[in-house]
């Protein structure tokens, strides 16, 4: 090639090499061991020009689907939410984008202005009286829980529901492997956490329950049973629930939970291919010196201003390693940022808004879709804005001749539940209209 954006010549090289004394560049490798050398050029084709290569990218882009082309019906984690423009004008502001992380807090204020409001709006809508400046994801934020509870009680155990998302069960038994804390599982029953099988699953050793509301299938728990029957028994109840579900389900915290948790993508951060995501974490004032990862503080300094401050980090950063409750070493504070933004946005009537539409659209779409032959309900609870059927044919099979129609189906639950095989999982936000909704059935109804 007789250009390229490289600025250094070849008089430039050859002049660099003789001010380190050496012939050639690869005299600067000679300590690695020959056999690990590679000694061809690298297998790739022949360098693009640049129109080439954006032309070339962007055919390769158009092989995945989108959600800009593909009308969304699949949830189970990752949502298809509005996002308010302002959301995105606010945080790509530089001050904002660009710092990663507030390790010189005093320099920091305007970011920890923000995620001290994130902490106080995560706090208003679950009922809790702490939260921290955010998790990795709603995984890490249910395992982390689950640490918490075990550190804070000196307990070994965790009755986790099997509604809770298969996902999270797992990242908790990663975490739970090394920490030798035994799991055990709440069966379902009807969609919902078996009530009567919950007491016999809780011992001495049972640090917290675990229950997500609303849960993996949809359906809305009763909580305020669940509390009682944990703290009857002298464990802690961890709440794993959706945010948008806070518009117009009670509090978690009303309810008697006294760690809540979950993900907080559907409050505008855009679905991008399994991330960044943000867990969210809240818990009791009696709990608060054992939550993991970092709180903002408002103070005021010697002079009586107002001001943010890092406090609270019962992480091994910052203390003895034996002591923390928590390795986790980094918070998402662009995404608790976002989130921060969107909650503001929206405000109390907005949230409601936008949860009152998922329900009764979910709904709507539930009792079209249940009126088709070959379309059966599966759980007869309520629910917020997810649901399951049962197809007279392979979930998989309907996916794909959805997919070819530029629908994206439900997930299949077979995958997870084999006792739910042909089973769908749909989801329904307030971004899908009555029209797409009528397509879907009428798909549906084309392929069933």
Known sequence: MAWSYLPHTKADRREMLDAVGVDSVEKLFEDVPADLRMTRTLNLPPALPEQGLVKHLKALAKANANLQELTCFLGAGAYDHYIPSVVHHIIGRSEFYTAYTQYQPEI???????????????CEITGMEVANASMYDGGTAVAEAAMMACASSKKTAIVMAETVHPHYRETFLTYAKDKKIELKLAPYSDGLTDLNKIPQLIDDSTAAVVVQFSNFFGCIEDLKSIAEIAHAKGAYLIAVV?????????????????????EGQGLGIPISFGGPYLGFFATTEKLMRKMPGRIVGQTVDNRGNRGFVLTLQAREQHIRREKATSNIC?????????????????GKAGLREVAAQCIQKAHYAYRSLTSLKGCEPVFSGAFFKEFTVRLN?????????????KILGGLDLGKYYPELENCMLICVTEKRTK?????LVREMGEVL
């Open 108 to 122: 920091s204020q305007g970011y920890l202005q923000a995620l001290w409001e994130y902490q106080s709006m995560i």
């Open 242 to 262: 959706d945010p948008i579900s806070m518009g117009l389900l009670e509090s978690p915290g009303a309810l008697g939970a006294d760690i809540v948790v979950g």
């Open 330 to 346: 980094s918070n998402e504070a662009l995404c608790a940022l976002t989130s921060a933004v969107y909650m503001s946005t929206l």
């Open 393 to 405: 044919k392979p979930v998989s099979d309907i996916n794909k001749k959805l997919l070819a129609k």
């Open 435 to 439: 029209e797409e909704i009528d397509w």
